[in-house]
C-alpha cells in the first residue's frame, strides 16, 4: 500500500500541470479522518490519516463537480470487552487498545458551489471498497511496543455507500489550495447481516493543487 502512495503522489507530480487547466483542477487532498462505526458499544472516534487525488470541474458558473480518488481512506473504531466478542477476536491476557480498521478505495461525486468570497459548500454521495480490514493491539510491555493484527475481511460487506457534506475556502483568492471538512455517514451495514452499523466519518483535509503555480509562472514570463 505504501508504494501505491508512493506512485499517486509521483504521478501527480509529473502530471499535474497537464491536468490543469482552466476549466479543471487536479491535485492532492490529505488529511486527519476521525470515525466511528454504530451500532458497537465504544462510540470512541478512530483517527486516520487520509490520502487521495482530487478534480474540481467547472460545470457552470459558480457550480463545480468534485470528484477523485482516495487511495489510503481509513474509517473504523476504537473497541472495548463487549465489541471483541461481536466479532470474535482474541482477547490479549495483558490489557491494551484495541482498535478497528477498515481502509477502503473511496469515491466521492460532490455538487459543489463556490461563493464569491472563495467560501464553498458541496454535497453528493460516496462509495467505497474495501480491500483489507482488522482488528489491531497496541500494548507496551517492558518498554516494547506491540501491535498485534488480526485480519477478518469476511465479516465485512465489501461495498460502501453513503452521503458525503462539506465545506471550507480556496486561499489566495481562490487561486491556491483548500482547506475545509467534510462529514461522511453510510447508508450500508458494515458488518453482514448485522444491522444500524455504519461509517461515518468527519475529515479535516486540505487540498493541494498540483501544476497551477507553474502554470502561472510561465505565463508570467511569457507576458
Do not use: W
Not at 142 to 153: E, G, H, L, P, S
Not at 192 to 199: A, F, I, L, M
Amino acid at each position: 500500500m505504501g508504494s501505491a502512495l508512493q506512485s499517486q503522489i509521483l504521478i501527480s507530480l509529473i502530471f499535474g500541470d497537464k491536468l490543469n487547466n482552466p476549466g479543471i483542477e487536479f491535485g492532492l487532498e490529505g488529511g486527519i479522518t476521525l470515525s466511528s462505526v454504530s451500532g458497537f458499544n465504544s462510540n470512541k472516534m478512530l483517527p486516520a490519516f487520509g490520502l487521495g487525488f482530487y478534480f474540481d470541474i467547472k460545470l457552470k458558473n459558480q457550480l463545480y463537480l468534485n470528484t477523485g480518488l482516495y487511495v489510503k481512506s481509513t474509517y473504523g473504531v476504537k473497541l472495548d470487552t463487549t465489541d471483541l466478542n461481536i466479532l470474535n477476536a482474541k482477547i490479549e491476557p495483558n490489557p491494551g487498545d484495541y482498535r478497528l480498521k477498515l481502509n477502503y478505495f473511496s469515491i466521492p461525486i460532490l455538487l459543489r458551489y463556490r461563493f464569491k468570497n472563495h467560501m464553498y459548500f458541496e454535497l453528493g454521495p460516496q462509495a467505497g471498497l474495501m480491500y483489507k480490514s482488522y482488528v489491531e493491539y497496541n500494548d507496551k510491555i517492558d518498554d516494547k511496543d506491540i501491535r498485534v493484527r488480526t485480519y477478518n475481511r469476511e465479516l465485512f460487506n465489501k461495498i460502501d455507500v453513503g452521503a458525503t457534506a462539506g465545506m471550507g475556502i480556496v486561499l489566495q483568492k481562490g487561486t491556491g489550495m483548500t482547506i475545509g471538512v467534510k462529514y461522511y455517514y453510510g447508508f450500508t451495514n458494515v458488518l453482514k447481516d448485522v444491522s444500524g452499523t455504519k461509517n461515518s466519518s468527519l475529515f479535516i483535509k486540505c487540498n493541494i493543487p498540483i501544476g497551477r503555480g507553474k502554470k502561472k509562472k510561465d505565463k508570467e514570463v511569457n507576458d
